[in-house]
């Protein structure tokens, strides 16, 4: 039997591994399953159509699987999935989706959501975030792998962002902040690559000069974002990129040096299978960006 506090109210209805802990004065509904290992705290309520993987651990007051706060839903079966090895601390809100979009808010693995953080419906969460204390995630927010959300980060609805990106305390998110880049202000405003957390997590140091080349394009070399797109592009075909100095001299002149990859000014440096990859990521992501980036 799963270690299921007398005053909690559980759903005769609902999947609950036998290893699952729930708390004093916690409900959990109908439709709810729950995966090996999870602790429910006390006074959190689960409900609604959501999945909870293994390991989690979900902390006192907690909302987890409520309705959309959208007025358009009129109750339709929407859903919400939560992956393993999160830690959800006291008073997170999560809603579970609507029709409109995907039909579903997920929250990857190995995530570390502080107190009083919201997540909107049709959210996407990737793995190993960290989102820090008051922060707001508006509906259809997509938040890529091992992202950092500084305190109170305030996320406009529809916005993306891309894997590794940081913000800082209090930053307004309304443009979508590509892969790599630290932002920060209201509005946001793009500061560099993340350079220090690239390296904690294993980048060596050829990727993250590849990496900062391409926010140099990205940012510094007075590329438009399709420039960019179409440079980054070249860079990835022809396995090359042009070297720091190249695009300190293309900056000098003021000249854009979107497509520079051989023949340009400076040396072009090649690019290790690894550094290529982080390249496909950043290009992927600008591809698919509608409503602008943060400068």
Same mark, same amino acid.
């Given at each position: ?117 919201? @997540? ?52 307004? @998110? ?122």
């Amino acid at each position: 039997m799963p270690g299921i506090h007398p005053t909690a109210i559980v759903d005769p209805r609902a999947e609950l591994d036998s290893s699952v802990d729930v708390g004093a004065y916690s409900t959990i509904g109908a439709q709810v399953r729950i995966g090996a290992g999870t602790r429910i705290g006390p006074h959190v309520v689960v409900e609604g159509r959501t999945t909870i993987g293994r390991d989690n651990r979900i902390f006192q007051f907690a909302s987890i699987g409520a309705e959309p706060q959208d007025k358009k839903y009129a109750g339709e079966p929407t859903a919400l999935e939560i992956g393993d090895g999160n830690t959800i601390r006291e008073c997170v809100t999560i809603n579970r989706g609507t029709v409109q979009d995907r039909g579903v808010t997920r929250i990857g693995s190995d995530a570390w959501i502080m107190a009083y953080v919201h @997540v909107a419906h049709d959210c996407a969460l990737g793995d190993h975030v960290i989102i820090a204390n008051s922060t707001n995630l508006a509906g259809h927010v997509e938040i890529g792998d091992w992202v950092i959300l500084g305190g109170a980060t305030q996320v406009h609805q529809f916005c993306k962002i891309g894997a590794h990106a940081m913000t800082g305390v209090g930053t307004v @998110v309304l443009h979508d902040i590509p892969p790599y880049v630290m932002a920060s202000g209201s509005s946001a405003a793009a500061h560099g690559i993340n350079s220090e957390g690239l390296r904690r997590r294993g980048f060596d140091a050829a990727r993250i000069n590849a990496i900062r080349r391409a926010y140099k394009l990205l940012y510094k070399s007075g590329a438009t974002l399709q420039q960019a797109r179409e440079g980054l592009r070249a860079w990835i075909a022809q396995g090359v990129a042009p070297s720091a100095a190249g695009h300190e001299a293309a900056a000098a002149a003021g000249e854009s040096r979107a497509g520079a990859g051989d023949g340009g000014v400076g040396a072009a440096e090649p690019l290790g299978a690894a550094a290529r990859g982080d390249l496909v990521l950043l290009a992927d992501f600008l591809d698919g960006v509608t409503r602008g980036i943060v400068r």
